[in-house]
């Protein structure tokens, strides 16, 4: 089961580290990694995506609680979040191919940040499916180079208690 974790921590250096070193203990794969200032300078939310049983992933949250530089931690898994990704995406755009990309580019309403004479810089924010279908119609057109953002995600409305939630 995939679950996507928050965590408000202190902005020092070796927070990371320690968080990245607790799933690596546990043979948890990270799949998807997003660290940022969050709206207080001296605090960063991190965003991770793992896979696996619920059980070790509450077990890893609550460990999570006991480090020192964590505030607060969130299981986000469920239907009560909003998950996005950012993508940029290098394709090849020759005088056959340019016009099914920007049709493309349309229906997904994508845009496009640059454009030469050989290829478009292509850019989309959606969640993980929209991102996945919007890679697998530019494939067939010579997909060039990926660059993709790690899942950020938010509680849909500020609540009480989230399930899986350990505050400070």
């Not at 679950?3 to 546990?26: K, P, Q, W, Y």
């Not at 991770?48 to 890893?60: A, F, M, R």
């Amino acid at each position: 089961m995939r679950h996507t974790i928050s965590l408000l921590v202190d902005n020092e250096s070796g927070v990371l580290s320690r968080i990245a070193g607790l799933f690596s203990a546990r043979g948890f794969n990270i799949e998807s990694l997003c660290v940022a200032e969050s709206s207080e300078p001296d605090t960063s939310r991190i965003t991770l995506v793992t896979s696996g049983d619920p059980n070790i992933i509450e077990q890893v949250t609550k460990r999570f609680n006991n480090m020192v530089n964590v505030i607060k931690v969130s299981n986000l898994t469920g239907d009560t979040r909003v998950e996005r990704e950012m993508i940029l995406v290098r394709v090849e755009a020759n005088k056959e191919t340019r016009a099914e990309i920007l049709r493309i580019v349309d229906i997904f309403r994508a845009k496009v940040v640059d454009v030469s004479q050989k290829n478009y810089m292509l850019e989309l924010t959606g969640d993980i499916d929209k991102i996945s279908a919007f890679i697998d119609l530019l494939k067939p057109l010579g997909i060039e180079e990926i660059a993709r953002t790690g899942t950020v995600a938010m509680t849909r409305e500020v609540q009480k208690k989230v399930e899986g939630e350990i505050n400070k």
